[in-house]
């Protein structure tokens, strides 16, 4: 990491990209503002301890994580700019490689993982103004503004949400290609409407109702990676 002589930005690489925006998912899976931990860093980035260690320490150094040892990392208010301006590209690509390029929504990720280091702001505006400014990209995810404005989005998941209320699907947390495409094919996509009928604590499932038919075999750890709404709301 270095900064650039002619505007004093720090100049990043991918990697660092990566690390910063994987820093800020972790930090907010719960709903919460939370330390993360360098073995939770390690697995999620798919590296050993130890490089994950060697990388909070670099960027602790530019100033843009702050590390307390046995208690975990965290963004500092750089480091969160960062990371807001790298998740914006990527879900903004996702979307439009669905809804321009017309690629499934299942493999899109990984594309986006690529493209989310190489589009310039300049491109990435222009593509926010032809999709109309989306709050949300295809798997529901919030697109932070350009700005750094994200919008709150308060959901609950199939495994907790009210019984025979009507609900809407507005998030997928689980961006696994053979994940999203099991929830395609039994109708769980975002802006889907349903009504849980009934939840089994013994065989850790739920059964709901989608366009007027049963799902019974939905378990439990699937039903905590699908978000939704009131549908009144």
């Known amino acids: 990491m270095r900064r650039s002589p002619a505007t004093g930005a720090l100049v990043t690489s991918g990697t660092v990209e990566d690390y910063l925006k994987q820093l800020y998912i972790e930090q907010h899976a719960s709903g919460q503002n939370e330390s993360v931990t360098t073995g939770r860093l390690a ?32 963004l500092t208010a750089d480091g969160e700019a960062l990371a807001l301006g790298v998740l914006r590209r990527h879900r903004l690509m996702e979307l439009f490689l669905v809804e321009v390029l017309k690629l499934d929504w ?61 609900q809407r699907v507005s998030r997928i947390l689980n961006q696994d290609p ?12 975002p802006g889907a409407t349903l009504v849980i009928v009934g939840r089994e604590a013994v065989a850790e499932s739920v059964r709901l109702r989608v366009a007027e038919r049963e799902i019974s075999s939905l378990g439990l750890a699937a039903a905590k990676k699908i978000l939704v709404e009131p549908l009144a709301g």
Do not use: W
């Open 106 to 166: 299942s493999i899109v990720h990984e594309e986006a993982e690529m493209l989310e280091h190489a589009v310039s702001e300049r491109v990435l505006e222009r593509i926010d103004a032809l999709l109309g400014y989306p709050a949300v990209d295809p798997h529901g995810d919030p697109i932070p503004r350009a700005n750094g404005h994200v919008e709150g989005l308060h959901r609950t998941s199939l495994a907790n949400c009210p019984l025979t209320e009507p």
């Open 178 to 189: 053979e994940f999203l495409r099991f929830v395609e094919r039994e109708g769980l996509v």
């Open 43 to 74: 697995v999620v980035m798919g590296v050993a301890p130890g490089t994950a260690t060697s990388m909070v320490k670099a960027l602790a150094t530019s100033g843009l994580v702050q590390h307390e040892p046995r208690k975990g990392v965290q």
